[in-house]
């Protein structure tokens, strides 16, 4: 009793001790290289955006979503009395100051396959849109969306061609509904492939990407668009373990134009089929630290065929660039537009050679 009685004696002398604890109030010096990235996000930020999804229910069907969904989620118009429930959310990025954004495929499809009909954009500003599904493409996982408003800020792309391991990145979006969110890292690696769509080149970083970052834009030190999140290789559990891959620019611009103007993209190709070769033959071909894939089928009356490749030829560079594989090339030659002459550097028999070909349509879904 007593030991406590001494506590209760000692206390207050404790809390009245006058202890002060030194501050320094002054901001940080964001002069200083690596300090902060604070100027350049508040730029770049309000051109981000939040995406979600709906689905139109009749009013007297609410009641049996009761517990399942957040009352204040529930969107009822004053002049319909149209109520909508969400389904879907994810990010985006403004692209033009007239109101076009641009996000992942996934973003605004439904479970069923289908685009959604009902799609919402919210500003950093907190208004919100209801957006025009512009056009969608499944073999890159990208869409454009239309909102309608004017004089909008808007994010700039990059070059992702100049990108290299070791830069630093900043993805940005809207991770599990939290809010708007910027989390850093590099490039931890280009060119990857393996997720599943017919056009890969996924920028690899270790930024963290959680569910709901998808469309949102992945950032260069300069404050550009270098790429798009899109996917994570996760262990099992959902979250983010340091291995996220993002579409790089210069395929989402390409894609964005072609869905902004037709609401559709046209491809290129030449009617080839190719495998890459092992790094010992591309040794023995001198074609070491660079792509070389060699031909497995020419379709008949296609380009490839009229300019002169036969199966069995290896493919060394597209107009006189080089390549890392048979994904990177047929990428490329994708991105040619119909008509367009390209030239061909191949090997036959160990002697060099030259195709010329006209580049045709790739009919649409391949």
């Keep these: 009793m007593l030991r406590y009685l001494t506590a209760l004696i000692l206390l207050p002398a404790l809390t009245f001790a006058g202890i002060s604890f030194e501050t320094d109030v002054k901001p940080i010096d964001r002069t200083r290289p690596g300090a902060s990235y604070a100027d350049m996000l508040t730029r ?36 319909t009395g149209e109520v909508t429930i969400p389904t879907g959310l994810g990010s985006g990025t403004i692209i033009n100051s007239d109101g076009y954004v641009v996000t992942n495929r996934h973003v605004v499809t439904m479970q069923d396959g289908s685009t ?9 500003d907190r208004r919100e849109f209801r957006a025009k599904v512009l ?30 391991v070791g830069d630093m990145v900043f993805a940005i979006g809207n991770p599990l509904g939290v809010g708007m969110t910027v989390t850093s890292g590099i490039v931890s690696a280009l060119g990857r492939s393996g997720m599943g769509l017919t056009f890969e080149d996924f920028i690899q970083t270790d930024a963290a990407i959680n569910p709901g970052n998808s469309g949102g834009p992945l950032i260069d030190f300069e404050g550009r668009i270098l790429g798009m999140n899109t996917a994570i290789r996760t262990s099992g559990g959902g979250g983010n373990i340091g291995i996220g891959f ?23 190709m030449i009617g080839i ?16 630290g660079r792509g070389a894939v060699r031909v497995t089928e020419v379709t008949d009356q296609s380009p490839a065929a009229k300019g002169g490749l036969r199966k069995g030829d290896i493919i060394i560079a597209l107009e006189a660039k080089a390549f890392e594989s048979w994904n990177d090339l047929r990428l490329a030659i994708s991105r040619k537009k119909p008509g367009e002459s390209v030239v061909i550097s191949y090997l036959r028999g160990g002697r060099g050679s030259l195709a010329h070909v006209t580049i045709a349509e790739r009919p649409a879904g391949n």
Excluded: H
């Design 246 to 268: 993002s579409i790089p620019s210069n395929l989402m611009i390409s894609v964005a134009f072609d869905l902004a103007n037709t609401g559709k993209v046209v491809r290129g």
């Design 135 to 164: 056009g969608v493409d499944a073999n890159t996982d990208i869409a454009v969306l239309k909102i309608d408003a004017k004089d909008l800020p808007f994010a700039r792309f990059a070059d992702s061609d100049k990108a290299r």
């Design 44 to 79: 770049i930020m309000p051109s981000v955006v939040s995406i979600s999804t709906a689905q139109v229910i009749p009013p007297e069907v609410l009641r049996r979503y009761r517990g399942r969904i957040d009352p204040a989620e529930v969107k009822v118009d004053a002049k």
């Design 116 to 124: 959604a009909k009902t799609v919402f954009v919210k500003l950093s």
């Design 273 to 288: 089929q190719g495998e890459d070769l092992s790094p010992e033959e591309s040794v023995k071909l001198s074609a070491a």
